[in-house]
């Protein structure tokens, strides 16, 4: 059976590039075959400003909004997001939906597929490393910027990747299937 891998669509923004970047990389792995590829999109899941009394340590929740969330998130083993940079920083409709658990992030790997302007979203990568390592993920190096995007989505909405931006996707799916691999140990015990 296939490890699962969540691309988690990031921003939630009207407008927003996402769905065409995240659609091109869910095709792209669903292709490569390594993972069982799922598209998650923020904005349909739809999370309002963390709302739970109790600490997600606990994973005593409340709310069918953060029990829906967490039966998406603990069935993957592996997550890539997809985000934007805004402002020097990820979306904080990402910042959110991290937040909201604990438990059911830990012992998984986590990449990024990052676009915006000329630094390719690489700063919110940047910034959310730290958050990432404090839920007990691990953020692998590899990943896929996307600099200046617009000009890689075409007329019809599609993003169209270059060379540079397959072979990036490529190594980070092998990057996540060894560390996915590797902690799948770590989650069962």
């Known amino acids: 059976m296939a490890l699962r891998l969540n691309i988690i669509i990031a921003s939630t923004r009207p407008g927003r ?9 869910y095709e792209f792995a669903r292709k490569d075959g390594r993972f069982e590829s799922v598209l998650v999109d923020l904005a349909e899941v ?11 340590k606990m994973k005593k929740y409340e709310h069918a909004h ?8 603990d069935s993957a083993d592996a997550y890539v997001f997809v985000t934007p940079e805004y402002d020097y920083n990820a979306p904080p409709s990402l910042t959110n939906a991290l937040i909201y658990l604990f438990n059911e992030w830990s012992y998984k790997p986590a990449a990024f597929v990052s676009y915006g302007g ?19 993920m691990v953020p692998i190096p590899e990943g896929v ?3 200046n995007y617009r000009q890689f989505i075409n007329d019809e909405g599609v993003f ?3 060379d540079p931006m397959t072979a990036g996707a490529a190594t ?14 770590l989650r069962v015990s």
């Open 66 to 73: 953060t029990k829906r969330w967490s039966d998406i998130v």
């Open 46 to 56: 739809n999370l309002p400003i963390l709302d739970e009394p109790n600490h997600p």
């Open 118 to 136: 000329i630094s390719g979203g690489l700063r919110s990568v940047e910034s959310m490393k730290g958050l990432i390592a404090g839920l007990h």
């Open 172 to 185: 980070m799916l092998s990057e996540l299937l060894k560390w996915a691999t590797a902690l799948k140990p």
């Open 17 to 25: 590039g996402g769905p065409a970047v995240a659609n091109w990389f």
């Open 160 to 162: 169209e990747a270059n």
């Open 145 to 147: 910027p996307v600099p």
